[in-house]
């Protein structure tokens, strides 16, 4: 098996486990000085100061001097809404000129405007677009994904979003974890929320769970959108049916979903911008992650999450893009760290912690990516940066130079 040495970083930086960090363990990485991380084909086989190489294996290993740089894992976005038909940039010009996001749904416009470019579509046009994307991603350091389906809501469509996201897993590096999101909006053909989630439930889910590789089921729990008692309805069948459980909540009003979700056994809660103390207690005490979108708080001039009261009450945090062709159009991972540190007052550890560990657990990848350690698969970004505090410091800029995504060199600027 071929071996890769990335050798002599000025910091390895790395958390460790498969589960996900609450509260203060956010703030404790091991940070290795003058770290080396061995890899053996797929897999991680070592991480060690310089200083130990005498007791590894690497006579016939082919190395990356990383002197002056910092190694951490791969970048995971555990929440994106990355294919979709056409744009909506008039919306957001609309946004920038004072209407809100939901005036402008309420006008016609929003999820369902993008339902009928992605239904009219071709699933070369999706697959396109959707590489372009996945591209930038892979720019930033980003190795894993989740992709969301819901812009298409009849079943042909849906199928065809996760169809897509399938075949672009088998043509470029990025690594694509599947959710059915049929729960975005009511489609036009429906006259009622009710019966649309009926339908879901009875002719949809069946259907997701034979021919597509969807894990998870998200619904958006919001007013005029889902309320808690069709979400749960929704997420008690998804549940029976084997699907990991999603949530969108909390984010322009506090219906108190996330609460319930999370004493469903959530996987995650999404968004939670008005997120209040009963149910950063519920969550603090579940195991369910919070995903948190700074992105969308930023572009829709909203309030951010309180990530600082959710880690000090001893909450699981995530971030993430939510990339969306409506409310928040970037998978910027530069300014999603920059928005994290500075607007919700996380540290660069809790940050790192968010965009690594906690994001595989909260796509149920825990026990094999997030983290630098043995037997982990060799998902790697090095960073032209000699410390991790830069990465917040020298703000808004992408300092990834190199991405190894399985063992394998994807992505090489120097
Ligand atoms: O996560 N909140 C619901 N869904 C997206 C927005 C989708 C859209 O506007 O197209 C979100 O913000
Ligand atoms: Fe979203």
Avoid: W
Avoid at 134 to 157: A, C, F, H, M, R
Avoid at 215 to 239: G, I, P, R, W
Avoid at 380 to 388: E, K, L, T
């Amino acid at each position: 098996m071929k071996k890769l040495l990335l050798s002599n970083a000025a910091e390895v930086v790395t958390f460790m486990g498969e589960t996900a960090k609450k509260g203060s363990e956010m703030s404790k990485p091991l940070v290795i000085k003058n770290g080396c991380v061995l890899i053996n084909g797929e897999t991680i086989e070592a991480v060690f100061p310089i200083s130990e190489i005498s007791r590894f294996d690497t006579a016939n290993a082919e190395i990356i001097d990383c002197t002056g740089k910092t190694v951490t894992s791969g970048f995971i976005d555990c929440h994106t809404h990355f294919i979709f038909g056409g744009y909506r940039e008039e919306e957001f010009n609309d946004r920038l000129n004072g209407m809100s996001y939901m005036e402008i749904m309420r006008r016609g416009g929003g999820i369902v405007n993008t339902v009928s470019k992605t239904r009219a579509a071709s699933i070369d046009e999706l697959f396109f677009e959707g590489k372009k994307r996945l591209k930038q991603y892979l720019e930033y350091g980003v190795t894993t994904i989740e992709g969301k389906s819901g812009y298409g809501l009849d079943i042909d469509t849906e199928l065809k979003q996760l169809s897509v996201m399938d075949k672009l897993n088998n043509a470029q590096p990025v690594e694509i974890i599947q959710t059915y999101m049929g729960a975005h909006a009511t489609p036009k053909e429906f006259d009622s929320a009710d019966r649309y989630i009926d339908f879901i439930i009875e002719k949809v889910l069946p259907q997701i769970k034979e021919k597509t590789k969807a894990e998870f089921c998200d619904v958006f729990c919001e007013k005029n959108v889902f309320d808690v008692a069709q979400s749960v309805k929704l997420l008690t069948a998804a549940k029976k049916m084997g699907f990991g459980l999603k949530m969108h909540a909390e984010e322009i009003v506090p219906l108190g979903g996330s609460g319930v979700a999370c004493e469903m056994g959530a996987v995650s809660v999404e968004h939670l911008l008005h997120i209040d103390e009963t149910n950063i207690d519920k969550l603090s005490k579940s195991g369910t992650i919070g995903v948190l979108l700074p992105a969308t708080a930023f572009s829709l001039k909203e309030p951010y999450a309180p990530a600082r009261k959710m880690i000090d009450n001893g909450c699981a945090v995530a971030v993430a893009s939510d990339l969306n062709p409506g409310s928040c159009y970037t998978q910027s991972i530069p300014l999603i760290i920059a928005l994290s540190c500075m607007y919700m007052n996380m540290t660069i550890e809790e940050t790192l912690c968010a965009l690594t560990l906690n994001a595989a657990c909260a796509i149920n990848r825990g026990g094999n990516i997030g983290s630098l350690e043995k037997g982990k698969q060799a998902d790697v970004v090095i960073h032209g940066v000699p410390s991790i505090k830069f990465l917040s410091y020298n703000f808004c800029v992408n300092h990834a130079q190199t991405v190894i995504k399985k063992g394998q060199i994807v992505l090489n600027k120097i």
